[in-house]
């Protein structure tokens, strides 16, 4: 049973830091391209940012661009999402998500595996 488990959210000041986790259990994601969501209440599910299979190409939304770097170690099949300089709009649910293709830059692509969501929570 393929399970997806985030860790690393919590209350945080703006202009803190978090690193989120999402460890991957059943098989194996090292071909497959994994990426990040987030939504806040009352709002659609949005990208927040995705890495490659290899790790070696990653994309960001523009809201998050230069604070949010992702990563991963397909070792131990496990994405990152490491986030500094948080502001309160970053205020959301954090979701990792597996893609089922191994790149990043391809149209529609889709998702086969959700995680349940870590509560990252930015107070001013």
């Known amino acids: 049973q393929v399970q997806l488990v985030e860790s690393g959210g919590g209350l945080v000041q703006a202009g803190g830091s978090l690193r989120l986790s999402c460890a991957a259990s059943?098989?194996?994601?090292?071909?497959?391209?994994m990426d990040w969501f987030r939504q806040a209440p009352g709002k659609e599910r949005e990208f927040v940012a995705a890495i490659n299979w290899s790790g070696s190409n990653t994309k960001y939304a523009d809201s998050v661009k230069g604070r949010f770097t992702i990563s991963r170690d397909n070792a131990k099949n496990t994405v990152y999402l490491q986030m500094n300089s948080l502001k309160p709009e970053d205020t959301a649910v954090y979701y990792c998500?597996?893609?089922?293709?191994?790149?990043?830059?391809?149209?529609?692509?889709?998702?086969?595996?959700w995680g349940q969501g870590t509560q990252v929570t930015v107070s001013s």
């Open positions: 998500a597996v893609s089922s293709s191994s790149g990043i830059f391809i149209a529609g692509r889709r998702y086969d595996y």
């Open positions: 059943g098989r194996s994601f090292s071909n497959n391209a």
